[in-house]
């Protein structure tokens, strides 16, 4: 898949990470029902892969469906088995060069200019700025596009609506939302309130300027 054009596309990835993997796979399922088009599904959920291979085998072959939290070359494996199109690590590691021999793109985890340098290098797809809360949000992002002007940014790490929709206008690529939409649906939590959050976030990232 063309990740970046995806996350360029839709501006907003869902985080699904849960205690209760048939809520997950519930809630991974409801996301997209409400037309969130990217979501990822981390692997530090309970049974992790066997929501990622059961939802792919819900949502077909062409959901963009990523494995999250990749950090050895064995985790990026089990992803590509499970029928992940895509993976996100939290920073520089070996599932980056694992991933790329198996063909997927990487969403790669950064904090610092230097690791945006080494990610570049590496070949990820688009930069995930994690945790882009605690780094200053907006204003950390636009310290960061300075000198990587052309560099596909994705802020991660306590992105509510108002977070996103200021790393939106300051030039992210898309932003990476877990709790603040998902809230306590994979862990067996309302899908009805699942599905007016996610009515709102799309609705943010929407309106959002470009």
Do not use: N, W
């Amino acid at each position: 898949m063309d990740l970046l054009a995806a996350l360029a596309a839709h501006r907003l990835l869902a985080i699904v990470r849960g205690r209760d993997a048939d809520a997950a796979l519930r809630t991974v399922l409801t996301l997209a029902e409400e037309g969130i088009e990217l979501i990822e599904v981390s692997l530090t959920g309970t049974d992790a892969l066997s929501v990622i291979a059961r939802a792919r085998e819900l949502l077909g072959a062409d959901h963009a469906l990523g494995a999250g939290t990749v950090l050895t070359a064995d985790d990026a494996r089990a992803a590509h088995r499970a029928g992940a199109t895509f993976v996100v690590t939290p920073g520089l590691g070996e599932g980056i060069p694992a991933a790329h021999d198996l063909g997927l793109p990487v969403l790669a985890g950064v904090f610092t200019p230097t690791d945006v340098i080494a990610a570049r290098r590496m070949g990820a797809a688009a930069l995930k700025i994690f945790p882009i809360a605690q780094a200053g949000g907006a204003a950390y992002l636009k310290a960061l596009r300075g000198p990587f002007p052309d560099a596909a940014f994705v802020p991660v790490g306590g992105v509510d609506e108002a977070v996103a929709r200021d790393c939106l206008a300051a030039g992210a690529t898309s932003v990476g939302v877990g709790s603040p939409l998902v809230g306590d649906a994979a862990d067996g939590g309302s899908l009805d309130a699942l599905r007016a959050r996610a009515h709102t976030f799309r609705t943010a990232v929407r309106k959002a300027a470009p």
